[in-house]
């Protein structure tokens, strides 16, 4: 059976449902170029999604050399076969007419084409002067979240063994850093616990910031088809807008940004106070309890209203929801994350579980999600605040042997202090003491906070500022260096989503001109500096994505993220295979802790933790007094207000986040006609109530400013809730005349500009959910409206205000329901 949909109007498809502990029935979703049929592919290679962290498995269709479509993988353990909106569509960006071509070399102060050996001769000559005259700490690096694990390991290598800087991050460190310092800070090392499967299991789900219908469209899919179908799970959302979670949901708690971890503490109170905790799973598993329990002792839900602006009521009845649970799944993302004391209530999230003893079983997991495809091999392969492998830079036995598998001195591998986090290193370029910085496949004069300041920074002349890139960002043209990449279905390379999963990636078509595949340029990079090991051979002896591959297998054998069981050949197979994979589990691993934490003994642990209120780091003689055992640690934190609040000049709360139909920059998503055109401009979501009292309507232009900077955007009015604005981050400048930022001409249209430069103290996330704000109207719709979708969270609160957003004939997709063992209940819908 098929059927056509516009997956525009409908991102999230038709439905299968299906009951509790059922298997999730299959949809195969396609989407070829106009004119194509299946019969006219003549390739179809594998692949996964690039545009999120879902990591859901498809084929690409290839004619006469050229992607002409996607299909979703229907044997995938992940997707099941569907693919959601950006994935459909966000193929046709690859073949973009600016991509960059060529090399580009600032001249004169204009970007000129080069040959690639002028390129790197001057990459490598401003490398080795800065070395001579000032050393490695004058050397940094910023990545990404949608390169290949091959890549990052050879990242991490060269710049920590060949390089010797301690200055390597990721733009994970923008949605990610918490996860994982969440993780470590409960179970002593990352590593997500739960799985997408645990989503068939649950009788309760609790989101706790993360708007899953637009992160992660497929897996709301799921929940949906479960909601739809026999026993359907309750649901519990925390989130300041009406998204379509908050919408389904039993429950739903908007809190005052900034004001997680007191709702979290009431929430504790209550499960304590009604003794719905498991006290064998306490006892055997855990430390910290009664510190908990003294902390949240006057935490009550009435407590909570006065600081959360959240009814009494609701939380003790999601309360109620969650400590009558069965069967317990809870999920985390940026709500949590970019919002003040973001470690502090990610760990809360993981107490609960610990508390009732949810972790480890079927449908009774935390996942710590993910906000890009590769984020997690980012952490893995230490490209992003970590040593590779999940080692501790404070445990000298870890670092003597990552030496031993790199074959170097350890004290060749920088760890007199922690690897330095993101903003620090852009700090540091401020400064002077970076003398060069080299971007690869992000754009931070977009996405990171504080744009005017970032803007500066990345101009300055005694910087040498390297990025490599798809296309001429604006990031890129404010570089001195413009080096040309291939990007996903122009290379091939494996990458790990957030439930561990692991799929290859391979190569369906040529890039485009003289790009090259990151991990090429990488290589090209160390063999000209000639790094060597401590015997004289090449430091990076691997030549090509699966010999990389089989080298980071060597650095991951014996690590919580075991990758020795796994081949391309094996993950040629019909799914994606969850880590860890060795001999002890050769078919991967479902779920981490079915029998106890494993991995916080204080001599295997990848952190000794930190003081979640001031980020300190704890040393190793506390964790091993505190915990001897390496049991799962309860961390208790009190309640601290915002740094910046509210005040009569800047009276909002700013919040900022994503649409389903963009990824970061839209670098990629605003170049496709379907995706562009469902959100083509930045918008502005203001409450019903703040719209009546300011005399704002739907499309009214209006400008949100900070003490750091402005924007214009028009009004949507939501049913966020009052005195909290939101704008989507998504937004540059790239298709516009000011190229690369504001100016005369150009108001302020990114989000960014608005933002704080501030961040966890644990994590070092930036936070980008509480800046003030004051918002004033310029001009009157006059029949405009917003160019927001109608679709998802950005919905109008009175219905038919805005046009209906729709895709047209160009936006259908086909879905293929069944393959004879689905077990589907009531058919499809």
Not at 366 to 386: I, S
Request: include cysteine.
């Amino acid at each position: 059976m098929e059927a056509s949909l516009d997956r525009i109007a409908q991102p999230w498809g038709a439905r299968t449902p299906y009951g509790r502990d059922g298997s999730w029935p299959v949809r195969t979703d396609t989407c070829l170029a106009d004119g194509v049929s299946p019969a006219d592919v003549q390739r179809w290679v594998r692949a996964a999604s690039i545009l999120h962290s879902d990591g859901d498995a498809m084929d690409i269709a290839v004619v006469d050399g050229r992607m002409v479509g996607v299909r979703g993988r229907a044997s995938d353990r992940v997707n099941r076969g569907r693919l959601g909106p950006k994935d459909l569509f966000g193929w046709q960006a690859n073949a973009s007419a600016d991509r960059l071509r060529r090399p580009l070399i600032r001249e004169g102060g204009r970007l000129v084409e080069t040959d690639w050996p002028t390129a790197m001769g001057r990459l490598v000559s401003r490398s080795q002067d800065l070395l001579r005259e000032r050393g490695p700490g004058s050397i940094g690096f910023y990545t990404s979240g949608q390169l290949f694990l091959e890549e990052y390991y050879t990242l991490a290598v060269l710049a920590r063994a060949g390089i010797g800087t301690n200055h390597l991050d990721g733009n994970t460190r923008l949605c990610t850093a918490t996860a994982a310092e969440a993780l470590k800070e409960s179970f002593g090392c990352d590593g997500q616990p739960g799985s997408y499967a645990d989503i068939d299991h649950a009788d309760v789900i609790a989101l706790f910031g993360h708007n899953l219908a637009e992160t992660q469209p497929v897996q709301w899919m799921r929940i949906l088809d479960r909601l739809d179908g026999r026993d359907p799970p309750r649901l519990v959302c925390v989130d300041p807008r009406p998204t379509p979670v908050a919408r389904r949901a039993e429950v739903h708690l908007a809190p005052r940004g900034g004001t997680n971890v007191a709702l979290l503490n009431a929430l504790l109170h209550e499960l304590i106070r009604t003794d719905r905790i498991d006290h064998g799973f306490l006892a055997a598993h855990t430390v910290g309890f009664d510190e908990l329990c003294a902390q949240v002792e006057e935490c009550t839900p009435a407590w909570a209203a006065a600081v959360c602006d959240v009814p009494a009521v609701r939380t003790t009845e999601a309360a109620e929801v969650l400590g009558t649970a069965e069967r317990l799944l809870s999920t985390v993302l940026q709500g949590v994350y970019q919002s003040p004391q973001a470690t502090a209530a990610a760990v809360q999230v993981n107490n609960l579980h610990l508390v009732r003893g949810m972790l480890g079983g079927p449908g009774a997991g935390v996942l710590q999600m993910n906000g890009q495809p590769t984020a997690q091999n980012t952490r893995e392969c230490g490209a992003d605040g970590d040593l590779p492998g999940f080692r501790n830079w404070q445990n000298d036995e870890h670092v003597a042997d990552l030496a031993r598998v790199w074959n170097v001195e350890p004290e060749r591998i920088p760890h007199y202090a922690p690897p330095t986090h993101a903003l620090q290193i852009f700090r540091y370029a401020e400064q002077g003491s970076l003398g060069l910085l080299w971007i690869s496949g992000t754009n931070p004069a977009v996405s990171l906070p504080e744009l005017s300041r970032i803007r500066s920074i990345l101009a300055q002349e005694r910087l040498f500022t390297v990025v490599q890139d798809l296309f001429l960002t604006e990031t890129a043209q404010l570089a001195d260096l413009v080096l040309p990449a291939a990007t996903w279905g122009e290379k091939t390379g494996t990458f790990t989503n957030a439930d561990r999963t692991v799929h290859l990636s391979e190569k369906a078509v040529e890039p485009p001109g003289q790009a090259r595949p990151d991990l090429e340029i990488f290589l090209d990079y160390a063999a000209r500096m000639d790094f060597r090991d401590k015997d004289g051979a090449p430091l990076l002896h691997w030549h090509d994505p699966e010999s990389a591959f089989e080298a980071w297998k060597r650095c991951s054998a014996g690590r919580p993220c075991d990758y020795t069981g796994l081949t391309y050949d094996l993950l040629r197979g019909p799914s994606g295979i969850q880590w860890p994979c060795n001999e002890r589990a050769p078919e991967g691993t479902e779920r981490l802790y079915t029998d106890g934490v494993s991995w916080a003994r204080p001599d295997l642990c990848e952190t000794c933790g930190k003081d979640l209120e001031t980020g300190a780091a704890d040393c190793a003689v506390d964790y091993r007094a505190r915990n001897p055992d390496g049991k799962a640690m309860i961390k208790a934190a009190a309640y601290l207000p915002p740094h910046e609040p509210t005040s009569p000049e800047y009276p909002f709360q700013l919040t900022t986040g994503r649409t389903i139909y963009h990824f970061h920059t839209r670098t990629k998503t605003g170049r496709v006609p379907q995706l562009n055109a469902a959100a083509p401009d930045v918008w502005v979501e203001v409450s019903v109530a703040d719209a009546t009292e300011r005399g704002l309507e739907e499309g009214d232009l209006v400008e949100v400013a900070s003490p750091r900077g402005s924007l214009r955007g028009r009004v949507r009015v939501t049913d966020v809730r009052q005195g909290m604005l939101f704008v989507p981050f998504h937004y540059g400048y790239w298709d516009t005349p000011a190229g690369h930022g504001p100016d005369g001409r150009t108001p302020g249209r990114a989000a960014n500009e608005t933002t704080v430069t501030d961040w966890d103290p644990a994590s070092k996330q930036p936070l980008f959910k509480t800046s003030a704000a004051a918002l004033t109207l310029v001009e009157r719709a006059e029949g405009a409206s917003a160019p927001a979708p109608t679709t998802a969270a950005s919905a109008p609160a009175r219905p038919g205000s805005a046009p209906p957003t729709v895709g047209g004939p160009s936006a259908h997709a086909v879905h293929a329901f069944g393959d004879g063992r689905s077990g589907r209940e009531g058919g499809v819908r």
